[in-house]
T-cell receptor, first 114, second 110 residues
């Protein structure tokens, strides 16, 4: 069964460093998302991406964040200058089409900022 | 501000019993409703979705939606210890992003 994959599974970085989290959505899906979950808290929406541009973004998704689909398979989230409060689990998700809202989640990247 | 509220639990039921999980949402424009299961340290896993008022059954799971009351529930019949997890209610509206509740922790006791 097709699935969303994410790399790395764990990332430890120093405050102020840049990190790139990578996702490979399900191959025929058209909509891509990033969510994050701080330990013990809700899953929160960050950004959605369709047709090579951002569709929606939340207040969390400030200028420190960017997303990119550099080729036909990868979807990346970049955090330019990490803060301690960026420590969280980051989930990528994808959905098939405009008519299908069901989102399938990848296994996540656990980011720890020291 | 869209809100999705769930009783955080923990909810404990004996094996074989029916587990009932509830969720309310604040945005009357919400269109689609989802139940995800999340094991500790893992990603949300889709269980069911429902769009229309009424009941929707899938195996041991039944989702119920009442848009007038802004209420959605999940029933798990014949609960198994492997069902022990946190259950997340999520909604979407005109924007496609999921708004999640904080989850209900379910424990099924053998």
């Amino acid at each position: 069964e097709p699935e969303v994959t994410q790399t790395p599974s764990h990332q430890v970085t120093q405050m102020g460093q840049e990190v790139i989290l990578r996702c490979v959505p399900i191959s025929n899906h058209l909509y891509f998302y990033w969510y994050r979950q701080i330990l013990g808290q809700k899953v929160e929406f960050l950004v959605s991406f369709y047709n090579n541009e951002i569709s929606e973004k939340s207040e969390i998704f400030d200028d420190q964040f960017s997303v990119e689909r550099p080729d036909g398979s990868n979807f990346t989230l970049k955090i330019r200058s990490t803060k301690l409060e960026d420590s969280a689990m980051y989930f990528c998700a994808s959905s098939l089409s405009l008519a299908s809202e069901t989102q399938y989640f990848g296994p996540g990247t656990r980011l720890l900022v020291l | 501000q869209k809100e999705v509220e769930q009783n955080s639990g923990p909810l404990s039921v004996p094996e074989g019993a029916i587990a009932s999980l509830n969720c309310t949402y604040s945005d009357r424009g919400s269109q689609s409703f989802f139940w995800y299961r999340q094991y500790s340290g893992k990603s949300p896993e889709l269980i069911m979705f429902i769009y229309s008022n009424g009941d929707k059954e899938d195996g041991r799971f039944t989702a119920q939606l009442n848009k007038a009351s802004q209420y959605v529930s999940l029933l798990i019949r014949d609960s198994q210890p492997s069902d022990s997890a946190t259950y997340l209610c999520a909604v979407t509206g005109s924007a496609r992003q999921l708004t999640f509740g904080s989850g209900t922790q379910l424990t099924v006791l053998p």
